[in-house]
């Protein structure tokens, strides 16, 4: 080619060098590093800054919660969509408030997929349970995808252990003392009835209390919460018994309680209240006649006249 000919590689572009970060060396002196490694810890820290630049930007535009949902959509186009959900475990409880959640779930879904049903993967499974727990009989649940259209929505209900009354209201509880339902009084099951503020949180204390006196247990018609320290226990025969406060104590006194009647009978017998709080002692109201004066109390003087 001669003296014209063109050298290889002549008319190509050299491909540029990334920029450096570089620090001026007037503040690079101050630093207590050398001025490479300086330049590398700028480097650094503004690569940071573009990446945080950028995440901010993905998550502005909303771009993962976007491409869920176009996933969510194509498997919902595949022929995952929910057409139907199955409750089990529920023997007590209604089931309306439990379809009402799940309906506003799949509504939800169906709506964010532009469908007329729910796909699987956009329904939000931990929703719907978390939202079934603030439900007073739901102890606990569980909700699975059945492949290919179904939910199961297993449910574990607490057990009813008493009646509560306060504030002119019952509502059904359980062992430890939450509140499952409201009861009507026409409805009442027959269960052992608390009494009074605060006693719904003493029912295992009195379940316990009674198991250790088998042969009262049955008889027990209310359990009312005195002062927030101790119960009286009101039997269907008509007594009741003041027992001291602690659940030692009351137990001691209420198993002596038990063996004297077992004994003398002295459930049955027209008294009406046993007093067992002070110790070692039983302090015993009998019933009044009809205008018989109250002991201790004073009496009206007769008019004069």
Not at 31 to 58: D, E, H, M, S, Y
Request: hydrophobic share 45%; no cysteine.
């Amino acid at each position: 080619m001669g003296e014209a000919h063109v050298r290889r590689g002549a008319g190509r572009a050299k491909p540029r060098k990334a920029a450096k970060v570089v620090v001026p060396k007037k503040i690079a002196k101050k630093l207590p590093v050398g001025q490479a490694k300086a330049n590398r810890i700028a480097g650094l820290a503004f690569t940071g800054f573009l990446l945080a630049i950028g995440l901010v930007v993905v998550v502005a535009l909303d771009i993962p919660a976007k491409a869920e949902r176009s996933a969510g959509a194509a498997v919902g186009r595949a022929g995952f969509t929910v057409s139907g959900y199955q409750i089990v475990g529920l023997n007590h409880m209604d089931r309306g408030p439990i379809d009402e959640v799940i309906n506003d779930e799949l509504n939800r879904a169906a709506g964010q997929a532009g469908a007329a049903r729910a796909p699987q993967p956009l329904v939000d499974v931990a929703a719907i349970r978390e939202r079934l727990l603030r439900f007073g009989w739901v102890k606990d649940a569980r909700v699975s995808r059945r492949l290919p259209d179904t939910l199961v929505i297993d449910v574990v209900e607490r057990t009813p252990a008493a009646l509560w009354q306060s504030k002119g209201q019952l509502a059904l509880i359980d062992a430890e003392g939450v509140v499952l339902d409201r009861v009507p009084v026409s409805k009442m099951p027959d269960l052992p009835l608390v009494i009074g503020p605060g006693a719904n949180a003493h029912t295992r204390e009195l379940e316990r209390l009674m198991d250790s006196v088998p042969t009262l247990e049955p008889q027990l018609a209310s359990a009312t919460w005195v002062g927030s320290r101790r119960w009286d226990l009101a039997f269907h025969s008509g007594e009741t018994v003041a027992l001291p406060e602690g659940a030692g104590p009351a137990r001691a006194a209420l198993q002596k309680f038990a063996r004297a009647d077992r004994s003398t009978g002295l459930l049955g017998r027209g008294i009406v209240r046993f007093d067992l709080r002070v110790p070692g002692k039983m302090i015993v109201r009998l019933p009044r006649a009809p205008g018989e004066p109250i002991a201790g109390e004073p009496q009206p003087q007769p008019r004069e006249g």
